[in-house]
């Protein structure tokens, strides 16, 4: 029993790793989903963690039962044949997308925190990618075991600073104009991250090969990623001006506790690395099943494309891409809900 609770934990870090990219580590994907929001905006993260949870474990336990060893297995049960290969297509491209985010962001972590060039940064997270690539999914497991505790640990860190400055109460309950925007943006964002961390979840569920253990690593993972999403939450709603900066949970931590400013920035990176080499893992999986080449032909020829967008700025590709993702993938949200678990 205590293997299969081990088992979890280390699933339900992967699923918090992959989600935890480029946008949420440093706090513009949550600004841009929830904090400029208010008050609703914390009841949208509560929405979410439920959504995270929930379909979280269902997904891993469905991978577990058709014993799907790519993300394309999974939505060609989930959609039929036809639907299936379009979605995976679009997939595809969305993994791709946010690959470049996350190159953009590890570049954007070394020009507006270090003060080097951008390109250095994503040259350097590119090299690194292809050490763990190397070491396959032990690689990705252990990479995320280390880093999640870590960020988890930060994130207390800066709620509990955030709680001791003056207004916070006020901030908390600021109510801002209901939109559509407001209410759709639990849905279109938990959709969004799902369907891009099937990439992921599918095979390594499907690798652990136990439905026990699929189950308890979504539920944790959700758990999980709702209390990360909750205390970034408090912390950015104390930032006057917070949609100015590309990177605002550093800014943050520079205000609150500049002794440990740098340590941040390392951990921001860490989060960002742990997703990139999610997705590149789960893109060089569904590409081998249908481009007979060499696993690392196939991650050289991910990682190529994903660096040439990434020179897009990084604000700018993550506010244009990640709502339009959001979008797409509300239709694999209602999918995944309405599909049963196979006996």
Same mark, same amino acid.
């Given at each position: ?55 979280? !474990? ?132 938990? !959709? ?12 390594? !569920? ?7 253990? !699929? ?129």
């Amino acid at each position: 029993m205590k293997n299969k609770w081990s088992a979890a934990i280390q699933l339900a870090a992967v699923y918090v790793g992959t989600v935890v990219g480029a946008g949420f580590a440093t706090g513009r994907e949550i600004v841009v989903f929830f904090s400029q929001y208010g008050f609703i905006g914390l009841l949208g993260i509560l929405l979410s963690g439920f959504i995270f949870a929930y379909f979280g !474990a269902k997904l891993m336990r469905i991978s577990v039962r058709i014993k799907a060893s790519s993300y394309q297995e999974f939505t060609i049960y989930l959609f039929g044949n036809l639907v299936g290969t379009i979605i995976n297509f679009l997939l595809l491209l969305m993994l791709i997308g946010v690959c470049a985010v996350m190159f953009s962001g590890a570049g954007a972590v070394f020009e507006e925190q270090l003060g080097l060039n951008k390109t250095v940064g994503v040259i350097f997270t590119i090299g690194l990618s292809l050490i763990v690539m190397m070491v396959g999914t032990k690689g990705l497991f252990a990479v995320n075991t280390f880093v999640v505790p870590i960020m988890i640990s930060f994130s207390f860190i800066l709620f509990f600073l955030s709680v001791s400055l003056p207004g916070f109460l006020g901030e908390i309950f600021q109510m801002e104009p209901i939109t559509w925007k407001t209410l759709s943006s639990p849905f279109s964002y938990t !959709a969004l991250n799902l369907a891009l961390a099937i990439a992921v979840l599918v095979p390594a !569920a499907s690798e652990i090969g136990d439905e026990e253990v !699929a189950k308890w690593g979504g539920i944790l993972g959700g758990i999980a990623l709702m209390v990360i999403l909750i205390s970034s939450h408090f912390s950015l709603i104390m930032l006057g001006d917070v949609s100015l900066y590309s990177i605002p949970m550093a800014v943050i931590m520079k205000n609150l506790a500049p002794q440990l400013s740098w340590v941040y920035i390392l951990v921001i990176y860490g989060e960002i690395f742990s997703s990139v080499i999610g997705n590149i893992y789960g893109l060089e999986r569904q590409m081998r099943s249908f481009i007979p080449l060499p696993s690392m032909v196939l991650i050289g020829g991910i990682i190529t494309v994903s660096y040439l967008i990434s020179f897009v700025q990084y604000g700018t590709l993550l506010s244009f891409l990640y709502p339009i993702f959001g979008y797409i993938s509300l239709v694999f949200l209602l999918f995944l809900w309405i599909k049963p678990i196979p006996k």
